[in-house]
């Protein structure tokens, strides 16, 4: 565990990780975007995480989903770990040379890894590098995202996308949560010794997969 980066050594202990979007009142009464804060839980609830998004009042009012954005992920003692990086990109599947890639850092300043956007006429697929951009994992969706009612599966598969080895659910919340605040609930599950790593950059590709899927969407209905 002393080769960890800082901050990450609780990672190695967890095959689940649960991501709650925090509600704010002001978007949910107004109708008002505001920045993202979620909180990081272990499967008993407790938080290990707490995650802020930062961006322009601009960026979040006319650019919404295809938003940059930098997420920075700091533990309880408020000591930043994990930084989220999405530089503004397409998100149609004409423009297969410009999709979503996200990087991830931990410590911050040193790559952890990345989410890469693959193209597919038909389902939501991605790519997880790490932090020399080879590829290790992918992340296959499927093919209508709206979740009537129940959760949504993005099954985490192995590079020839036969073996799944965890996947990264969208919990259906209820129809005032979907409808009236957008609030996320994620969770992922992955092997226990799946390296820290790219168990960080899962919990980007967390953030990636609610703004491209859900942001603006009445999922609960």
């Known amino acids: 565990t002393h080769n960890l980066p800082p901050g990450l050594e609780y990672l ?6 649960i991501i709650h979007q925090q509600v704010e009142l002001l978007e949910a009464l107004l109708g008002t975007e505001t920045s993202s804060k979620y909180e990081i839980k272990n499967p008993l609830g407790q938080r290990v995480y707490f995650a802020v998004e930062e961006n322009g009042c601009f960026d ?9 954005f930098t997420i920075r992920i700091a533990d309880n003692a408020g000591q ?36 890469v956007q693959n193209w597919d006429p038909f389902l939501p697929k991605f790519t997880i590098q790490n932090q020399s951009k080879e590829d290790v994992l992918k992340i296959i969706g499927p093919c209508a ?34 409808v009236f605040t957008n609030t996320a609930n994620f969770g ?30 009445l999922d609960g209905l």
Do not use: H
Not at 60 to 68: E, F, V
């Open 188 to 217: 992922i599950q992955v092997p226990v010794d799946l390296d820290v790593r790219i168990k960080a950059v899962l919990i980007g590709a967390c953030f990636l997969i609610d703004l491209m899927f859900f942001e603006n969407s």
């Open 145 to 178: 995202t709206c979740g009537c009612f129940e959760d949504v599966d993005f099954e985490v598969k192995a590079l020839n996308e036969m073996t799944t080895i965890g996947k990264i659910s969208k919990y259906w919340s209820g129809f005032v949560n979907n």
């Open 12 to 17: 190695n202990q967890l095959d689940q990780i």
């Open 60 to 68: 979040r009012k006319l650019c919404s989903p295809l938003r940059a």
């Open 80 to 115: 930043e770990v994990i930084r989220v990086i999405r530089p503004l990109r397409c998100n149609s599947c004409c423009f297969p040379c410009f999709l979503q890639e996200l990087e991830v850092q931990s410590p911050p300043g040193t790559i952890a890894g990345y989410v």
